[in-house]
């Protein structure tokens, strides 16, 4: 099913597979969002989505499909992105596919080479491609790839690609969106160095250059999501049974801080959490420790 915001009011209707429980409810609060304004704010203009083949991305840009902007749609899998580019025409919008590793610096290099040739510029970056390890330290000895993998898509791969288009963004006044995860703002937690290291290290140097790139007039969003239902976190099991964001509520946070410009989006809860990692944690270190000695856990979600 094709998520739209025309269709979308998330009490009456949560588009896609995924119905909240009452938790998820209260713990993602809905809101309205305005098809309208939505459409207004991006007529004529140019967004390029990264990891627009599956989850949040791909569900950002059905919800982008009936606007009249130009979506510029990035990912490996080439088939999948001709997919989503079909179903976005079938609703009148516009899309151009970049089958592109965003890990593989010769590629980044090629993709912003023909960015750059885009009459007119970018408006609207919205750097979401990624991938998750969870994997024990000891399961990762010898594994040092698992490490310089995660880097070259959750950080290279997004810093030098910004670092190419910043020129085009800044002619438009343009707006580069962050989508980053909550537990970059927590404590640290077992299993996840290599994923969290990662995204810390885009998230950190996103706010060095936040400052700069507002000077020069591009606005500038990091959001934090929280577990999100999608291929990402489906490996987990553990996590079959968390409260978790549906894809279409992740991407229509996004299109409100396109609309709004928003520096900033967290869950209403996390700053509780963040005072929780703050005074605990001591106690959240031994507690972690404590457990692992009891039951260590095996790899999930690596590939
Ligand atoms: N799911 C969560 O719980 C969660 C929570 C917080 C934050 N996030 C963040 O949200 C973003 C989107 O995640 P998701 O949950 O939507 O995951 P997803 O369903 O696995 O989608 C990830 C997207 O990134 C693309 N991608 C991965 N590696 C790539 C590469 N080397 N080059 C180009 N594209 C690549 C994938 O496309 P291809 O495989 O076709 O390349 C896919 O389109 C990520 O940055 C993630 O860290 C997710």
Known sequence: MVSSVSFYHPIKRMPGKYKYSLLEYFLFLPFPLSPKKLRAELAGKTVLITGASYGIGESLAYMLADTRAHLLLVARTEEKLAEVKTRIEQRGGKATIYPTDLSK??????????????????????????????????????????????????????????????????????????????????????????????????????????????????????????????????????????????????????????????RIYRPWWLFFGQLASLLFWRPWMALNTHYLKRKPLHAEGAK
């Open 105 to 262: 610096q010769e590629q980044v290099e090629q993709l912003t080479y023909t960015l750059l040739q885009i009459p007119g510029g970018i408006d609207i970056i919205v750097n979401n491609a990624g991938r998750s390890i969870r994997r024990s330290i000891k399961d990762s000895l010898g594994r040092y790839h698992d490490f310089t993998r995660t880097m070259a898509i959750n950080y290279f791969g997004p810093v030098q690609l910004t670092l190419s288009l910043i020129p085009v963004v800044e002619k438009n006044k343009g707006h580069i969106i962050n989508i980053s995860a909550l537990n970059v703002l927590l404590a640290p937690a077992p299993y996840w160095a290599a994923y969290q290291a990662s995204k810390a290290a885009f998230d950190n140097w996103f706010r060095c250059a936040i400052p700069e790139l507002n000077a020069w007039g591009i606005k500038t969003t990091a959001i934090y999501f929280p577990l999100v239902r999608t291929r990402m976190s489906a490996p987990t099991a553990a996590y079959s049974n968390v409260p978790a964001m549906s894809p279409e509520h992740a991407a229509t946070i996004i299109c409100r801080s396109i609309i709004n410009k928003n």
